[in-house]
């Protein structure tokens, strides 16, 4: 049921050495290209990455918060096309989402990687040094990569409880749940 994945759903940042199959990858490439787009222009581009020497140069590509994609089997970098879509930004992030969604799903772990307005060093951004590493033209932007692998780390989806239930108002800001 979706919404039990929902509910268990957690950023995965370690995973195990085993392989993720073609026919998996395959249904994660379905899951991306079934996410919504407005007006269906369809602005993403998806680069599924599995060399393990491309992996751990991504995970070089910003200093903080991409280092375990060197231990990932799979990543899936989102990159969107500007002059596609005034919303591609949207648009990625919801492909992204469905591929972290699909992934867990599958029995798989993710963790998104935020690439659009990051920095790799105070001369290069973490998209310009993507885009020179996988030849992806100047005129497309990348918006996060999906590191993806078996879990090595469990983790409880969040409880109930802790939920922000204080930011949900009903009818006007600032009206707390009846
Ligand atoms: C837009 C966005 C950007 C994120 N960027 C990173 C990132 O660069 N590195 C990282 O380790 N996690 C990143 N995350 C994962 C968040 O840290 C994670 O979703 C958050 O801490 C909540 O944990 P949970 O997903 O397990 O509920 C990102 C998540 C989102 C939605």
């Given at each position: 049921m979706f919404l039990k994945q929902i509910q268990t759903r957690r950023s995965i940042r370690k995973f195990t050495d085993r392989s993720v199959d073609k026919e998996i990858i395959d249904q994660l490439i379905e899951a991306a290209l079934r996410a919504p787009s407005s007006r269906d222009f369809r602005p993403w581009r998806f680069i599924v990455v599995d060399q393990p020497d491309l992996l751990a140069k991504l995970a070089d590509a910003?200093?903080?918060?991409?280092?375990?994609l060197k231990n990932a089997p799979l990543g899936f970098v989102v990159c969107g096309d500007p002059d596609g879509s005034d919303v591609w930004v949207e648009d990625c992030a919801i492909a992204s989402t469905f591929i972290h969604l699909a992934a867990h799903d599958l029995g798989l772990g993710s963790c998104w990687i935020q690439i659009?307005?990051?920095?790799?060093s105070p001369d290069k951004t973490a998209d310009a040094y993507i885009k020179e590493l996988l030849d992806i033209p100047d005129n497309m932007a990348v918006e996060s990569i999906i590191a993806i692998g078996y879990p090595d780390e469990t983790k409880s989806g969040h409880s109930k409880t802790a939920l922000?239930?204080?930011k949900v108002f009903f009818n006007h800001f600032g009206k707390a749940m009846p």
């Amino acid at each position: 049921m979706f919404l039990k994945q929902i509910q268990t759903r957690r950023s995965i940042r370690k995973f195990t050495d085993r392989s993720v199959d073609k026919e998996i990858i395959d249904q994660l490439i379905e899951a991306a290209l079934r996410a919504p787009s407005s007006r269906d222009f369809r602005p993403w581009r998806f680069i599924v990455v599995d060399q393990p020497d491309l992996l751990a140069k991504l995970a070089d590509a910003k200093p903080h918060g991409a280092s375990f994609l060197k231990n990932a089997p799979l990543g899936f970098v989102v990159c969107g096309d500007p002059d596609g879509s005034d919303v591609w930004v949207e648009d990625c992030a919801i492909a992204s989402t469905f591929i972290h969604l699909a992934a867990h799903d599958l029995g798989l772990g993710s963790c998104w990687i935020q690439i659009r307005k990051r920095d790799r060093s105070p001369d290069k951004t973490a998209d310009a040094y993507i885009k020179e590493l996988l030849d992806i033209p100047d005129n497309m932007a990348v918006e996060s990569i999906i590191a993806i692998g078996y879990p090595d780390e469990t983790k409880s989806g969040h409880s109930k409880t802790a939920l922000a239930y204080d930011k949900v108002f009903f009818n006007h800001f600032g009206k707390a749940m009846p």
